[in-house]
């Protein structure tokens, strides 16, 4: 069973919850992005209205430790496909075709 979710302290919501806040978060941004467009639009100074910026996410979503922490976790964890002993059965079927297309070249046999 995947073990996604489970460092961390507190317990996840429901799916159904998760996407139901994230729902509220998008339409409580639109709405006030929405309000500073009219009030530019009414000829209200740029100036004098509140513009939402990038603090306006949640601090949820920006905890800097718990990033960290999970960067550190997966590279301590990711393994590359191309491992050595891959390399060097790769390196080693080369050197075999090599040797064996120099053996035609030498022998005089002809192939296609």
């Known amino acids: 069973m995947s073990q996604r979710h489970r460092d961390s302290e507190t317990p996840m919501l429901p799916r159904q919850e998760r996407r139901a806040h994230a729902h509220s978060e998008r339409h ?28 306006w996410k949640p601090t949820s979503h920006h905890d800097a430790d718990v990033a960290k922490s999970k960067i ?9 496909w191309k491992t050595k002993m891959w390399k060097r059965r790769t390196q080693l079927r080369a050197a075999k075709n090599e040797m064996l297309q120099s053996t035609r070249d030498n022998s005089g046999i002809i192939t296609s």
């Not at 409580?28 to 603090?55: F, K, T, Y």
């Not at 550190?72 to 590359?80: S, V």
């Open 28 to 55: 409580r941004i639109h709405v006030e992005l929405q309000s500073v467009a009219q009030g530019v639009s009414a000829g209200v100074p740029p100036e004098d209205l509140h513009e939402p910026g990038s603090a």
């Open 72 to 80: 550190a976790k997966r590279n301590r964890t990711k393994r590359h």
